[in-house]
């Protein structure tokens, strides 16, 4: 594990090989950034490190120190510190993005909506005839049921991964990097087995949390709604990024569900207007859930 000392002058970390060294790719941080490894005595320059000589090599000369404040905390820092939720400004903030990069946001967020949909209709396609066979005709066989549940798992992978992507595209935006389509997507290309398995746990959980009494998946649902941003944001794996969601949102669970209230009832009133407004309503949910992901377990969270 390492830490590094941002441009802000902050301690960020700690953080794997792996994320540094795509930190160093993307730019973030280059050979003349302060750095501390577990178990060393003091700090010293990134390029001190033999283990990142290739990645460093490799990136443009004369790199400049990096512009962006990394928004990494330790999970200990967040878990040691109170946060306040103001619903009405991450609205507020996640309005003024939207205006901001009004035609990227929504034909990005668009295309990841349809590829969403697209994968839910191929999934129906297996389970529609036991749904309508329930629905219509009342038929509740252990396998129509079997299959309904088994096709319900296979699209819940998919969604954290795109729904990564594009939670990752949001980020970018917020913190002021450069952000493209292939952002919206980079849930297939990072941490994807880690995605696809919080999807399918998460997925399983809640909807067995449902089955008790409905309060359950309820809860569990709220308390795992940073999971997803927590693994393609911090690299962390799915069942820490799950606890550590859970931990944090538990100290106002209840503010947290008003806002995902909120900002639920913002999305589906866009279908009010023709349906279209949902293609303006939705971008505002997603920034406002990440401004509120930034809020808590950013940098600039007090």
Same mark, same amino acid.
């Not at 002058?9 to 501390?36: C, D, H, M």
């Not at 909506?113 to 999934?123: D, E, M, R, S």
């Not at 069942?239 to 949102?249: G, I, K, T």
């Given at each position: 594990?390492?830490?590094?000392?941002?441009?802000?002058?902050?301690?960020?970390?700690?953080? !794997?090989?792996?994320?540094?060294?795509?930190?160093?790719?993307?730019?973030?941080?280059?050979?003349?950034?302060?750095?501390?490894?577990?178990? $060393?005595?003091?700090?010293?320059?990134?390029?001190?490190?033999?283990?990142?000589?290739?990645?460093? !090599?490799?990136?443009?000369?004369?790199?400049?120190?990096?512009?962006? !404040?990394?928004?990494?905390?330790?999970?200990?820092?967040?878990?040691?510190?109170?946060?306040?939720?103001?619903?009405?400004?991450?609205?507020?903030?996640?309005?003024?993005?939207?205006?901001?990069?009004?035609?990227?946001?929504?034909?990005?967020?668009?295309?990841?909506?349809?590829?969403?949909?697209?994968?839910?209709?191929?999934?129906?396609?297996?389970?529609?005839?036991?749904?309508?066979?329930?629905?219509?005709?009342?038929?509740?066989?252990?396998?129509?049921? $079997?299959?309904?549940? $088994? !096709?319900?798992?296979?699209? $819940?992978?998919? /969604?954290?991964?795109?729904?990564?992507?594009?939670?990752?595209?949001?980020?970018?935006?917020?913190?002021?990097?450069?952000?493209?389509?292939?952002?919206?997507?980079?849930?297939?290309?990072?941490?994807?087995?880690?995605?696809?398995?919080?999807?399918?746990?998460?997925?399983?959980?809640?909807?067995?949390?449902?089955?008790?009494?409905?309060?359950?998946?309820? /809860?569990?649902?709220?308390?795992?709604?940073?999971?997803?941003?927590?693994?393609?944001?911090?690299?962390?794996?799915?069942?820490?990024?799950?606890?550590?969601?859970?931990?944090?949102?538990?100290?106002?669970?209840?503010?947290?569900?008003?806002?995902?209230? &909120?900002?639920?009832?913002?999305?589906?009133?866009?279908?009010?207007?023709?349906?279209?407004?949902?293609? &303006?309503?939705?971008?505002?949910?997603?920034?406002?859930?990440?401004?509120?992901?930034?809020?808590?377990?950013?940098?600039?969270?007090?």
């Amino acid at each position: 594990m390492y830490k590094i000392i941002g441009v802000d002058k902050n301690e960020y970390g700690p953080i !794997t090989a792996e994320q540094l060294r795509q930190w160093i790719a993307e730019g973030r941080v280059n050979g003349q950034t302060s750095a501390w490894s577990e178990g $060393a005595a003091e700090w010293q320059p990134l390029s001190a490190f033999p283990e990142f000589a290739d990645i460093l !090599t490799a990136a443009p000369p004369g790199l400049p120190p990096p512009a962006v !404040t990394l928004a990494v905390v330790s999970s200990e820092t967040v878990l040691g510190r109170n946060y306040d939720l103001d619903i009405g400004q991450c609205i507020a903030r996640s309005w003024a993005l939207v205006k901001q990069h009004f035609w990227p946001i929504v034909g990005i967020s668009l295309l990841v909506t349809v590829a969403i949909g697209g994968a839910n209709q191929l999934i129906g396609l297996i389970s529609g005839p036991a749904i309508r066979g329930m629905i219509f005709e009342r038929r509740f066989s252990p396998g129509a049921i $079997a299959l309904v549940f $088994a !096709t319900s798992l296979i699209g $819940a992978p998919i /969604y954290a991964i795109l729904m990564g992507g594009l939670f990752r595209y949001y980020l970018k935006l917020i913190r002021g990097e450069a952000a493209a389509l292939s952002d919206a997507f980079s849930g297939f290309s990072s941490a994807l087995g880690q995605l696809a398995v919080l999807g399918l746990v998460s997925h399983l959980l809640t909807l067995l949390g449902y089955l008790f009494c409905v309060l359950p998946g309820i /809860y569990l649902y709220v308390s795992w709604i940073f999971a997803i941003p927590l693994v393609i944001d911090r690299r962390m794996d799915f069942w820490n990024a799950m606890e550590l969601s859970r931990r944090v949102v538990s100290k106002h669970w209840f503010i947290v569900f008003a806002f995902l209230l &909120v900002i639920g009832l913002i999305g589906v009133g866009g279908m009010l207007a023709c349906c279209l407004g949902i293609l &303006v309503t939705l971008p505002i949910f997603w920034g406002a859930l990440m401004y509120a992901y930034e809020d808590i377990f950013g940098q600039q969270a007090s």
